[in-house]
């Protein structure tokens, strides 16, 4: 694929800024159970912004780059597990501020989505419920937080699950049944945070350690939101939800393309200089294969994820085809992440290198955004309905 100019010009100062300004925070100990702290945070974004690469996807006059160009941004951006959140091109404020953008009034742009463009605020996305209430997971239709009007307010209740962020957030996207229990219809509203009627119960101890805030279960009680911070059109969510869903998981693939591009370097470095039986690591077929396959395998992810962008450029919502990058791509990340710890034996699972964290944070990215199984069994269905077609 020929990326454009502009394109080419920013990803080489995000990766020159990465490698030579970033990657030394990742000694750094101001991190918590959960991710990187606040302090750590903004500290890295104060001097991302003084490189003049603060969200370097969206250009100063608020145009966002086009997909194909975000590709290889984001991909220089993951080249760190901290770039995103130096850079702000981190989940889920990536995917916030794209559907703000997207389906956002001029006030609520000006509002919400011009300080998180800045980098001086970050954002949650409130759509997953626990399983335990049997509310929404991988199945939104069943969402069971609810929205009633109340003269010119909307009131909500309901619990949240797996919420990115949200301890730390300044601003809040939730997803409500704004319908009823016969006819359900999905809202999205957006909300200052914190707000005393969001509570968060507790935050979960994940496998993954990279985002500030870690993954939060939520309790709503009469959270109050006037009228006009509904995003978009009442009773549209579901809609909105397909706007931001694809690309953002795309973006997932992209930037977790360039942790495991640094992972392959790093075990190809200790492979040879590593010497075992008289040679070099590498010169053994078992340990120079794996190094292989994972070389081939970048390249077949950076060959989908730029196929499916062109998708999404062309105006196509492009939800079978990120379903299709999805899989493709965490799976195959999976595999690479695995080869390199098995690679550099001991030290692989160790956390003298980043190895061992994008081992554990592509695990979590085969369930985040969607599993694999769901992804699969939508494409199976998609195959039926083609077949029963003919």
């Known amino acids: 694929m020929a990326y454009s100019a502009r394109a080419i010009d920013i990803a080489a100062r995000v990766e020159d800024f990465v490698r030579t300004v970033i990657i030394p925070y990742e000694k750094d100990g101001r991190r918590t159970a959960h991710g990187p702290t606040e302090e750590l945070a903004l500290e890295m974004k104060a001097k991302a912004r003084a490189a003049g690469l603060m969200t370097p996807h969206i250009l100063p006059d608020g145009s966002h780059l086009h997909h194909s160009e975000v590709a290889l941004v984001l991909r220089k951006s993951g080249l760190s597990p901290l770039g995103p959140l130096a850079l702000n091109t981190a989940a889920p404020d990536e995917g916030n501020m794209y559907l703000i953008g997207k389906v956002g009034s001029a006030e609520q742009k000006a509002r919400f989505l011009a300080p998180m463009i800045a980098g001086e605020a970050r954002s949650a996305f409130f759509m997953t419920e626990p399983a335990a209430d049997g509310g929404a997971g991988s199945d939104p239709s069943m969402l069971k937080t609810r929205a009633v009007l109340d003269g010119n307010h909307w009131v909500i209740n309901g619990r949240k699950a797996f919420i990115t962020g949200a301890d730390g957030a300044k601003v809040g996207i939730v997803m409500a049944n704004s319908g009823s229990d016969e006819k359900m219809a999905a809202t999205m509203f957006l909300v200052d945070l914190p707000d005393p009627a969001i509570r968060i119960e507790r935050v979960l101890d994940t496998i993954d350690s990279s985002m500030p805030g870690g993954h939060a279960i939520i309790a709503i009680d009469n959270l109050r939101v006037p009228a006009d911070q509904i995003l978009g059109e009442v009773h549209k969510g579901f809609d909105y939800a397909q706007v931001r869903l694809s690309p953002a998981r795309l973006t997932h693939c992209m930037r977790w393309l360039g942790a495991c591009t640094r992972a392959q370097e790093i075990a190809t470095e200790y492979a040879c200089r590593r010497h075992a039986f008289g040679k070099p690591l590498i010169d053994h077929e078992g340990v120079g294969f794996p190094l292989a396959e994972n070389m081939i395998e970048l390249k077949q992810c950076e060959l989908i994820i730029d196929w499916c962008a062109g998708v999404l450029d062309s105006g196509d919502l492009g939800t079978t085809e990120s379903s299709m990058a999805k899989v493709a791509v965490s799976e195959a990340l999976f595999r690479i992440a695995d080869r390199?710890?098995?690679?550099?034996?001991?030290?692989?699972?160790?956390?003298?290198?980043?190895?061992?964290?994008?081992?554990?944070?592509?695990?979590?990215?085969?369930?985040?955004?969607?599993?694999?199984?769901?992804?699969?069994?939508?494409?199976?269905?998609?195959?039926?309905?083609?077949?029963?077609?003919?």
Request: charged share 25%; aromatic share 8%; net charge positive.
């Open 340 to 390: 390199c710890v098995q690679v550099m034996g001991g030290t692989g699972v160790t956390q003298d290198t980043i190895v061992e964290q994008v081992f554990r944070e592509i695990r979590a990215f085969r369930i985040y955004d969607g599993p694999t199984e769901v992804h699969k069994w939508s494409l199976a269905k998609k195959i039926k309905r083609g077949h029963e077609a003919v």
